[in-house]
């Protein structure tokens, strides 16, 4: 049971917008940002989005992170086939003295 | 560029002992916090704890608190990550991770350390 709470999985067609929506509390979400990861098969994560809506650079702009008092969301846009992969949104947790993750949301390119 | 590099997969017994190194070149090591992240087979990402360099301070999942330790040696600039009394569930594949300079976010990965415990 993760603290913060995705979708298992979302699909889409190419060139759709598509949305994870990420669901925390006020000790986690409330209080700190939301990071958004990329994994894929056999490789590390990769930081999408940090500080709940900036993006590293190299990370294209199809992208976009968001936050409302205990939530967020990763949005899609333009839907590529190299985008199926999972995602995870992270927060700090206050009461935890550590940082969450959600469990992750398979995204797949009908 | 920075880097960081773990050490090779690692088989061990359950109730045996684990040490996996993490070694980092491109940054000051002492600079921000060490995270160690798993993910066990078919499962999502599990934080493990985190680390001061400078302190030594850490902090760690309560799942896994008591059998764990993350330690770090600055001369070499090379965090650890042990963990005892293995388990069967705590096979997975184990990341150090450095945290970012403007928020808390876990910036650089490492390639991933996986450590499997068979009987």
């Known amino acids: 049971q993760s603290v913060l709470t995705q979708p298992p999985s979302i699909s889409g067609t190419p060139g759709q917008w598509v949305s994870i929506s990420c669901s925390g509390s006020g000790s986690n979400i409330g209080k700190n940002a939301i990071t958004w990861y990329q994994k894929l098969p056999g490789a590390a994560p990769k930081v999408l989005i940090f500080?709940?809506?900036e993006r590293p650079s190299g990370i294209p702009d199809r992208f976009a992170g968001s936050q409302s008092d205990t939530s967020g969301a990763l949005a899609i846009s333009g839907l590529q086939s190299e985008d199926e992969a999972e995602y995870y949104c992270?927060?700090?947790?206050?009461?935890?003295?550590?940082?969450?993750f959600g469990g992750g949301t398979k995204v797949t390119v009908l | 560029q920075e880097h960081l590099v773990q050490s090779g997969a690692e088989v061990r017994r359950p109730g045996a002992s684990v040490k996996v190194s993490c070694k980092v070149t491109g940054y000051s090591f002492t600079s921000v916090d060490f995270n160690w992240v798993r993910q066990a087979p078919g499962q999502g990402l599990e934080w493990v704890g985190w680390?001061?360099?400078?302190?030594?301070?850490?902090n760690y999942a309560p799942k896994i608190q008591g059998r764990v330790s993350m330690t770090r040696n600055y001369s070499i600039s090379t965090a650890y990550l042990e963990l005892r009394s293995l388990r069967s569930e705590d096979t997975a594949v184990y990341y150090c991770v450095r945290t970012g300079l403007s928020g808390y976010y876990l910036k650089s990965w490492g390639q991933g350390t996986l450590v499997t415990v068979s009987s």
């Open positions: 500080n709940n809506f």
């Open positions: 992270s927060s700090w947790d206050g009461s935890l003295n550590g940082v969450v």
């Open positions: 680390m001061n360099p400078t302190s030594g301070e850490a």
